[in-house]
C-alpha cells in the first residue's frame, strides 16, 4: 500500500502527473472559463501543473492573474488534498517581495486550481547584467530577495527552490520571489523527509541527499543565487566571505538563519564588519574609514587611524547618550501608563466596583493598542510587560498575542538586538506547548543573537542566553530527546556558574531542572546533591515563598519517596503544595502539577486509595483551563490508568488511557513526551482483556515501523 505523502506539489511532481502533461500539454484552450476567470493563453507547466495567463471574467474587476491547474486525470482525493495543503502553505505569505495567492479552486469539470499574482518582470541574473548594476547594487537587490526569504521561515516556510528564474524583478526594480511549489511547511512537515526535488545547481548537499527541510537548505540557495547575481563582478573580501559561509558544504558551517545570513549582508552595504570574516583591530578600523572616507581624505595613514578611533569613542558616546535620553523617555511613558491603568481600580470610576487584577490586564491591553499605536517603542515594551505577568501567572493564552505584537514591533522599529531576542524567547515560551516547531525557530533566532556575548560574565546578553538555553533543554525534552536534554542542561548548569552574578534565579532553575532530569531517568545518586544545592540556593536567594522554592521542595519530596523517606516526602510535599494554592490559586496549572506529583509519591508507596483523589482533582483542573495552560492532564490520565491496571480494572483503565491518548494530540498536555509508552499501555490493557485484534491494531496505527509483539507476550507485561 502507497504512501501518500503530504508534501506541498509532493504527489503533483510525480510521474503519474508529468506523463499527463506531457500527453497533453494544453489543458485548457484559450477562452475557457476555470471559476472567475478566463484563460488567455498558455505560459508554462512546472511542478504543479500547466500555467496560464488569465483574466477576472467575471464582471467585478479588471484582473490578471497566473492561473495554475492540475492534470484532470490526478486521482482526486490526493490532487485535492495537496492543493488544499499548496494554497494554506501560500496564504501564511504576505510580503511586498513575494507573489501574493489570490484565490483558488475546483471549477465544475473538476479541475483544481489556484490564482497568483502575475509578476511582470526579468529575471534577476538578467536585469543585473542588462542594467549594467555595480556589485553593491546587486548586493542590496539581493538583501531584499533575503527579507523575503526571512518573512516565510517567520511563518514556518521554507522555499527549497531558490534560483534566478524563480525571482523577477518588476518595472519599478523590486524583486519579486515565485513558486513555492516544492516548499516545506516545518510546523506540519518537519518529520517528513524531503524530496530532492530542487534544480540540481542550486540544491544544498543534504537536499540532494533527501534529508529533511529545513532553513539551511535555504540559505545554501540563496549563497549560490548572490553568486550567481554577482556574475562577473569580483567580489570584495568581505563579499566573498559571505558567499563561502553561505555555500558551506557542512550545514553548521553556514550561516543559522537566513536573518543572520542578510545582517551580514546588511552590514557589507552599510560598510560595517561583517561576521564571516575573522577579521582583527586593523579590519574593523578599516571598515570605519571607509564609512568616514570624506572625513580622512588627505590625511596620512596614521593620522586616518587616530581620527578614525576618536570618532568611533565619539560616536559610541553619542550613541550611549541617545539612547539612554531615549530609554528614559521610553520608561516614563511607560510608568505612567501603568500608572493610568491602576487608577481605573477606583470604584468611582467603575459604577462602584472595584476591578479586580484579570480586568485591569485586559483593560490594559486593550488600550495599548488604541493609544500607543504613534509610539512603537513605548508599546513594545508595554505589551512586552504585560505578556510577562501573563506568563509569571501561568496564563500562555492571554501572553501569547502580547508578546506576538512585542516581536512584530521590535522587528518593525529595527530594536536592539537583545531586546529582539528576549521578545523571542519570551514568546517562544509562551508558545512552547501548542506551537513547538515554531517556538524551536524563534530561540534559534534568539540564540544566534546573543552568542556572541554569551560568556561575558555579568552581562545581560549571559543572562539571556542561559534563559534560551534552558529552553531549548526543555522543547529537547518535549520531542523526547533525552539525551539531548540533558547535554543542554549541562551545559546552561556550566556557563550559569561560570557567567551570571551569584544568587541569580537562572543558576537555581538550571541546577534544579537537571537534577529532576537525573532523578527521572534513575540517576538518583547524581540528582540528589544538585537538588539539596538548587533547594539550599532558592531558600536563600529567591525567599521560602518563591516559586522556585516550591518546585525545589515538591521535587525534593519525590527524591526523598525513591529513598525511602516517605513521612518526611509527604511533610515536604503538603507543605509545597498549600504555599503554591496560596501563591498561585488551587485553580491554577502550578497547582495541578503538584497534585499529580503528590499522587505520583503515593503510587509509588502502594497508597492507590490517597493517589486517586489527588489525581482526578488535577485532571478537573487541567480540563477547566484554557488549552494553552493545560501542561500535565495527559500526566493525570496515564497515572489514572496505571493505578486501574495494577488493581485489575481493566475496563477503567482501557478508558483512562484511551482518553490520555486522544488528549496526547502532538505531544501535548503531557510534561514527559511520549516515546511510544502510552500506546503500548493501551495495548497491554487490551491484549490482558483477550482483545489481541485491537491490541495490533492499535500498536500498528502509532508505531507503523515496530515490529509488533504478540499477544502473549503484551499480556505477560
Not at 539551511?216 to 547575481?229: A, S, W
Not at 550545514?251 to 557589507?268: F, G, I, K, N
Not at 494530540?665 to 514527559?672: K, L, P, S, T
Request: charged share 25%; glycine share 6%; aromatic share 4%.
Amino acid at each position: 500500500m502507497n504512501t501518500l505523502t503530504f508534501e506541498p506539489g509532493g504527489a503533483l511532481r510525480s510521474r503519474l502527473v508529468a506523463s499527463m502533461l506531457a500527453d497533453d500539454p494544453a489543458l485548457l484552450q484559450p477562452g475557457s472559463r476555470v471559476g472567475p476567470f478566463r484563460v488567455l493563453r498558455r505560459l508554462g507547466h512546472g511542478g504543479l501543473g500547466v500555467v496560464y495567463l488569465a483574466e477576472r471574467a467575471d464582471g467585478a474587476f479588471e484582473q490578471e492573474v497566473a492561473l495554475k491547474v492540475i492534470a484532470p486525470q490526478a486521482e482526486p482525493a490526493t490532487a485535492e488534498a495537496l492543493l488544499v495543503r499548496e494554497r494554506k502553505l501560500l496564504a501564511r505569505l504576505i510580503h511586498p517581495n513575494i507573489a501574493r495567492l489570490l484565490d483558488g479552486g475546483s471549477s465544475e469539470s473538476g479541475l483544481l486550481w489556484f490564482a497568483m499574482e502575475r509578476v511582470e518582470g526579468e529575471r534577476i541574473d538578467h536585469y543585473c547584467r542588462r542594467a549594467e548594476l555595480d556589485a553593491r547594487q546587486r548586493v542590496a537587490l539581493f538583501e531584499v530577495v533575503c527579507s523575503a526569504v526571512v518573512h516565510a521561515h517567520a511563518r514556518l516556510v521554507v522555499h527549497r527552490d531558490i534560483k534566478p528564474s524563480n525571482i523577477l524583478v518588476d518595472v519599478t526594480g523590486a524583486p519579486k520571489l515565485l513558486d513555492f511549489g516544492i516548499a516545506a511547511a516545518l510546523d506540519e512537515a518537519i518529520d517528513t523527509p524531503a524530496r530532492t526535488a530542487a534544480t540540481p545547481a542550486y540544491a544544498s548537499p543534504e537536499q540532494v541527499r533527501g534529508e529533511p527541510a529545513g532553513v539551511l537548505q535555504d540559505v545554501y540557495q540563496l549563497g549560490r543565487l548572490l553568486e550567481t547575481v554577482l556574475g562577473t563582478t569580483r567580489p570584495d573580501a568581505d563579499l566573498a566571505a559571505i558567499c563561502r559561509r553561505a555555500v558551506a558544504d557542512q550545514p553548521e558551517a553556514r550561516y543559522p538563519t537566513v536573518e543572520s545570513l542578510r545582517a551580514d549582508v546588511r552590514a557589507y552595504l552599510a560598510r560595517r564588519p561583517v561576521s564571516a570574516r575573522a577579521g582583527g583591530v586593523a579590519y574593523r578600523v578599516g571598515r570605519l574609514i571607509r564609512r568616514r572616507r570624506a572625513a580622512v581624505v588627505g590625511i596620512t595613514a596614521a593620522a586616518a587611524l587616530v581620527c578614525a578611533m576618536v570618532v568611533a569613542f565619539l560616536w559610541r558616546l553619542e550613541h550611549a547618550r541617545v539612547r539612554a535620553e531615549r530609554e528614559a523617555t521610553t520608561a516614563r511613558h511607560v510608568s505612567g501608563f501603568l500608572a493610568s491603568l491602576f487608577e481605573q481600580a477606583d470604584p468611582a470610576a467603575n459604577h462602584g466596583r472595584k476591578p479586580d487584577a484579570d480586568e485591569l490586564l485586559s483593560m490594559g491591553a486593550e488600550r495599548i493598542g488604541i493609544e500607543l499605536q504613534s509610539e512603537p517603542e513605548v508599546m513594545g515594551e508595554l505589551l512586552t510587560t504585560l505578556g510577562v505577568v501573563y506568563l509569571k501567572l501561568d496564563d500562555n493564552h492571554h501572553a501569547a498575542p502580547l508578546l506576538e505584537r512585542a516581536v512584530a514591533v521590535a522587528e518593525e522599529t529595527g530594536a536592539p538586538a537583545l531586546q529582539f531576542a528576549r521578545r523571542c524567547w519570551l514568546l517562544a515560551m509562551a508558545i512552547g506547548q501548542t506551537e513547538g516547531q515554531r517556538a524551536d525557530v524563534l530561540l534559534a533566532r534568539a540564540s544566534a543573537l546573543v552568542e556572541k556575548d554569551a560568556a561575558r560574565a555579568g552581562s545581560e546578553s549571559a543572562g539571556l542566553y542561559n534563559r534560551i538555553l534552558h529552553a531549548q533543554a526543555t522543547r529537547d525534552g518535549a520531542r523526547g530527546d533525552t539525551d539531548g536534554k540533558l547535554r543542554r542542561l549541562r551545559k546552561a548548569v556550566d556557563h550559569a556558574r561560570s557567567a551570571l552574578p551569584v544568587g541569580d534565579p537562572a543558576t537555581t532553575v538550571d541546577i534544579l531542572t537537571l537534577g529532576q532530569e537525573l532523578l527521572d531517568t534513575s540517576h538518583h545518586q547524581d540528582a540528589m546533591p544538585l537538588l539539596s544545592e538548587a533547594l539550599a540556593l532558592a531558600k536563600e536567594h529567591q525567599g521560602i515563598r518563591h516559586p522556585y522554592t516550591l518546585k525545589a521542595q515538591a521535587i525534593m519530596a519525590s527524591a526523598l519517596d525513591h529513598d525511602g523517606q516517605h513521612a518526611a516526602a509527604i511533610e515536604l510535599m503538603d507543605e509545597a503544595l498549600t504555599a503554591t494554592g496560596d501563591l498561585y490559586g488551587e485553580q491554577s496549572s502550578p497547582y495541578a502539577v503538584l497534585l499529580i506529583q503528590k499522587g505520583s509519591i503515593a503510587i509509588h508507596r502502594e497508597a492507590y486509595d490517597a493517589a486517586v483523589p489527588a489525581l482526578l482533582r488535577a485532571l478537573e483542573i487541567n480540563e477547566a483551563l484554557p488549552p494553552e495552560n493545560d501542561v500535565s492532564s495527559v500526566d493525570a490520565l496515564e497515572m489514572l490508568g496505571d493505578v486501574a491496571m495494577t488493581r485489575g480494572d481493566l475496563t477503567s483503565a482501557e478508558t483512562w488511557y484511551r482518553r490520555m491518548l486522544a488528549r496526547n494530540d502532538g505531544g501535548r498536555h503531557a510534561q514527559v513526551a511520549d516515546t511510544g509508552q502510552r500506546t503500548l499501555k493501551l495495548a497491554m490493557t487490551l491484549a490482558k482483556s483477550g482483545r489481541c485484534e485491537e491490541a495490533a491494531t492499535v500498536l500498528q496505527s502509532r508505531r507503523s515501523h515496530t515490529a509488533l509483539p504478540s499477544c502473549d507476550e503484551l499480556s505477560r507485561k
